[in-house]
């Protein structure tokens, strides 16, 4: 079989511009299988208030902003791009969220899944015809309601829990868990229900040296799960050498490539620590993220004969 490229990238939380250079690095690379690693979804609503004679109002980047409805169109595409998510409102409805953080929720989940449904149709609109595999897992910042989104693409794949055959050849486990975090996101979990998911995927591989371990979250103490340290009110802990920097990685992602040594692992989560390193046999990547600049880091790898041949972290 000749060998097959994958280009892989993470954690670009709602921003349109990074998820369509994400498609469109299908054909700059010539890759033959995108991998998406989590957290896709962004983590801000912005309300766009109807007001009199056909006008918007909204805070954006700080200002406030009063724009005609035939200007907002632009507006929205701005707030897309950056990984915000607009919402044409109300007075009344908008009065009505801010007193109801249920509502508020409701609301915003079902802005954020039909954005993703919007992305997976133009993902295979772009992907299918060239027969580029694409797949895409939710990470621990993405709502559970996402994965709905999922199930009307006739192309695009979630490969939580799943045994992926990347082109026939190479197999995939992924999950877009991870290891308990200050910030109660929506998938997490303690180590050792981790370690029993992660357990259950590897026993369904044939061959875990030469399948690839797709895990949003990074080992521990790796190099590739180096953060800020954060204390009780969420700040960053600093010293007389500024911020403090700890390891927020999962030892059951760590202990599970270590026993194993797949032939890769694919991170994120840990925006800070873009690296390529080895745990033994295995090349475990974090592409890393600024996502927030509508920058796309990523990383191309190139495997050949159930072998890494090459790779290449890229920034565009």
């Known amino acids: 079989m000749p060998g097959i490229h994958i280009f892989f990238a993470t954690d670009i939380h709602g921003s349109e511009t990074c998820f369509r250079k994400f498609l469109n690095a299908g054909i700059a690379y010539k890759a033959d299988v995108l991998i998406m690693g989590g957290d896709m979804t962004g983590k801000l609503i912005v309300p766009l208030v109807a007001g009199a004679k056909g006008t918007f109002h909204f805070e954006w980047l700080g200002a406030a902003h009063e724009v005609m409805e035939s200007e907002l169109a632009d507006y929205e595409k701005q707030i897309r791009m950056a990984g915000g998510y607009p919402y044409r409102t109300t007075p009344e409805e908008k009065q ?11 609301v915003f989940a079902k802005v954020m899944t039909a954005s993703v449904a919007q992305w997976l149709t133009l993902a295979e609109e772009r992907l299918k015809k060239n027969r580029i595999e694409c797949y895409i897992t939710p990470g621990n910042d993405d709502i559970l309601q996402v994965d709905e989104a999922f199930q009307s693409s006739g192309w695009v794949k979630n490969p939580e829990g799943q045994i ?14 991870s290891n308990l975090t200050p910030w109660n996101s929506p998938r997490e979990m303690e180590e050792d229900q ?16 030469k399948a690839i371990f797709n895990f949003h979250c990074p080992p521990f ?21 500024g911020v403090e920097m700890t390891a927020v990685g999962s030892t059951a992602v760590s202990d599970s490539i ?59």
């Open 221 to 241: 103490d790796s190099g590739l799960d180096t953060a800020p340290r954060i204390d009780r009110t969420l700040k960053p802990v600093t010293g007389i050498t």
């Open 164 to 177: 992926a055959q990347l082109k026939d050849e190479y197999e995939m486990i992924a999950t877009g868990y």
């Open 96 to 106: 009505l969220l801010e007193k109801d953080p249920q509502a508020l929720k409701r």
């Open 258 to 316: 270590k026993r194993y040594q797949p032939l890769l692992g694919l991170h994120g989560h840990v925006h800070e620590s873009r690296a390529a390193i080895k745990i033994g046999s295995t090349l475990c990547v974090n592409p890393g993220s600024e996502y927030s600049e509508g920058i796309l880091r990523g990383c191309l790898i190139w495997l050949e004969k159930k072998k890494v041949r090459d790779y290449l972290l890229t920034c565009g």
């Open 194 to 209: 981790l370690k029993e998911r992660i357990e259950a995927m590897v026993q369904k591989v044939k061959d875990p040296k």
